[in-house]
């Protein structure tokens, strides 16, 4: 029986994707990375089964060969596979450590990181960095690409990029091919209108950068925010 036939509220992927992946039992999680059960049982029962015989343990489940896995009816060399990569994935993912996000506390700290995206390009681009309350950068993201001297960014893009990671600060930054670092009337002017949007949604504007090739221009440092 496949997974499209049961109740919605059975759905281990439209579960997850209404109640989020922690509302998920083991044998769900399964059942997603099977895909589908057999002729008598349901993905999530024969999840379930398989979860029984190592008493619901995932430790012991990355034990099982795949050929182990292949006496399970309904369990195939594809399934049995997708099983033990997402286990080994898992392993993996535990051996590692979680790398630190770089922290903010000056212009020159935004600039190391973006002047790898922005100083040599021939047109403009707008960047932003997206942080949390720590000033720590929880996402970097490319928001428009311009001409040869002007690139202009959408400010509800912006924001909402922001509120999807919950930021509470954001740093902007564009370059100018030019290499000229003062800043237009139009950079000047969005400056003013991101700030002011950030106010009302509680996501401070912390600077802005121009960058040119072999240096940069903070509003922060120059006391234009």
């Not at 506390?105 to 309350?133: G, P, V």
């Amino acid at each position: 029986m496949s997974i499209k036939f049961l109740a919605e509220d059975d759905r281990p992927r439209e579960k997850f994707l209404s109640k989020g992946k922690n509302s998920l039992s083991d044998s769900e999680l399964l059942a997603i990375i099977m895909g589908s059960g057999n002729r008598d049982e349901t993905a999530v029962e024969l999840a379930r089964k398989v979860l029984a015989s190592v008493n619901n343990n995932w430790n012991q489940l990355s034990l099982l060969s795949v050929k182990d896995l292949m006496k399970f009816k309904g369990i195939g060399e594809v399934k049995a596979i997708s099983i033990t990569t997402a286990l080994e994935i898992g392993r993996r993912r535990a051996s590692q450590e979680v790398p630190e996000k770089p922290a903010i506390s000056k212009s020159n700290d935004a600039y190391l990181i973006l002047k790898n995206h922005l100083s040599d390009l021939r047109t403009e681009e707008f960047w932003a960095l997206f942080l949390n309350q720590s000033n720590k950068v929880i996402h970097i993201a490319q928001l428009t690409q311009g001409g040869i001297n002007q690139s202009i960014v959408d400010v509800r893009v912006l924001f909402k990029t922001a509120l999807d990671h919950f930021s509470t600060g954001i740093i902007i930054a564009h370059n100018h091919p030019s290499g000229n670092l003062k800043p237009s009337r139009e950079d000047i002017d969005i400056t003013q209108k991101i700030k002011e949007a950030g106010n009302f949604l509680s996501v401070q504007l912390l600077d802005h950068l121009i960058i040119t090739q072999n240096s940069y221009f903070s509003f922060s440092d120059e006391g234009l925010l």
